[in-house]
């Protein structure tokens, strides 16, 4: 469950009370790992694998009660007929800017200066792509002024002195973002919560990161890119998916000792304990689409290297390993487990997957192994109880049967599946604990808009009813 998916908070859940409650409800529930979504900040569509940063948070997940309580925001109001949710929170975000330049409190300012300095390596960067995008009308960078566009060092400086107010600002937003995430991490550790993050392997185009660092990136003289990501035809969409984001130049990254991946993953481990590497697969190929092509169709598989990359990553971060999971989703080819395989990483098995293609369905659970997780479905799957319902009466009957005619229905049925198998890590959508039908998914792939990454719970969806039973789960198959 993604962080906007809390109850309370304007227009989103966000890093408040909700998120602590929800980690208390996790402990009632027996229940020891949160998997979000990523964090990032996004672009309008609400996309948070299209993020304006691969290093950054996203404001709007920032508490303003939180601003209130050190005396930066006065008592809050609420928006105003007309204001939107975002315009809402950015405004007080920017009164709090304004108060805390006055706070006379030096462990704040101190508290504050540690963080920028810890984080200079990105932080610069994205504060001033920040405050030229909003000078910009919110226009991509690629579409600035080519002396901006192309980072010339003098008009970079004159923005910098332009800009300094509103540069100041974003990293005053970074610093509370990351000061509430700190206090959320500590208070899941206290309650032995594994935070469980998603690292996208692709950026998105107008972002920080391709701005600041173009070298890294497959890029056409003008910034935009030469070839884009995506995944051809698969059971997700007939015309495969055309992400858009840039395609690495893995030659200039690989010469350079993997730093910028090394530095990426660093700052994914300050805010997780474990991580997901969304499309792992494009460690060991990616799919390489013209950048004139409307859809996915016309691409190509293109070797990366994988190998070098994780090994330079393991030999960075040692002990026993690293924390990461695969999404190994999609068209998977055996290079790809070999190489999953080799650095021990867990996979992911899907159970909405599992019901076609016979006995020999790698998602079958009598087909499991345990190095991997195990979801009933994910943020991009349709809820349990809505994908059941869709079946043909035949193949209803096929899952129940498979499943032993359990006497629970679904979803319950398919989270006992999930809990009882032999996978390390069993993951269960929050959409499926409350037993949510049609119409609370989180994201249809392949779409934009369309109520995408809008869902959230109240908390008189839950009833002792519900969490006594997924007790009794955990219990039964010794998963707490």
Known sequence: ???????????????????????????????????????????????????????????????????????????????????????????????????????????????????V??????????????ALREEFKHQPWHNWPTPLRDRRPAVLEAARLRLSEAIARVKFEQFVFFQQWKELREYARSRGVILFGDMPIFVGCDSADVWACREYFDLAENGLPRVVAGVPPDYFSAIGQRWGNPHYDWKQIAEEGFSWWIERLNGQLELFDWV?????????????IPAHQDTAIHGRWVKAPGKALLEALFQTFPGEGLPLVAENLGIITPEVEELRNNFSIPGMLILQFAFDGGPNNPYLPHNHEPNNVVYT?????????????????????????????????????????????????????????????????????????????????????IDEEKIERLVRLIRLYGRN
Not at 117 to 130: M, P, R
Not at 399 to 419: D, I, K
């Open 117 to 130: 300095k810890l984080h200079a390596s990105w932080l610069g960067d994205f504060a001033l792509y920040a």
């Open 1 to 115: 469950m993604h962080i906007t998916s809390l109850p309370g908070g304007t227009g989103n859940g966000d890093l408040g009370k909700d998120a602590h409650a929800f980690v208390d409800f996790l402990c009632q529930c027996g229940l020891t790992v949160w998997q979000t979504l990523p964090i990032g900040p996004t672009h309008d569509d609400g996309s948070p694998y299209q993020c304006m940063s691969a290093h950054a948070g996203n404001p709007l997940l920032i508490n303003l009660e939180w601003l209130v309580e050190r005396g930066w925001l006065p008592k809050l109001s609420g928006p105003e007929l007309g204001e939107s949710a975002t315009d809402y929170r950015n405004s007080c975000l920017h009164q709090a800017f304004m108060a805390f330049r006055h706070d006379p409190d030096d462990a704040h300012w101190q508290a504050y200066g540690e963080f």
């Open 276 to 288: 997901r590497i969304d499309h792992f697969r494009g460690f060991e190929a990616y799919w390489e």
């Open 377 to 461: 479905g994910t943020h991009d799957n349709d809820t349990t109880l809505s994908w059941f319902e869709s079946l043909s009466g035949v193949q209803q009957r096929h899952v129940y049967e498979y499943l032993g005619n359990s006497a629970f229905p679904m979803p319950l049925v398919l989270m006992q599946s999930a809990l009882s198998s032999v996978a390390k890590l069993a993951i269960l959508p929050m959409q499926d604990i409350l037993e949510l039908g049609q119409g609370y998914r989180m994201n249809t792939p392949g779409t934009v808009g369309g109520g995408n990454w809008r869902w959230r719970f109240q908390w008189e969806q």
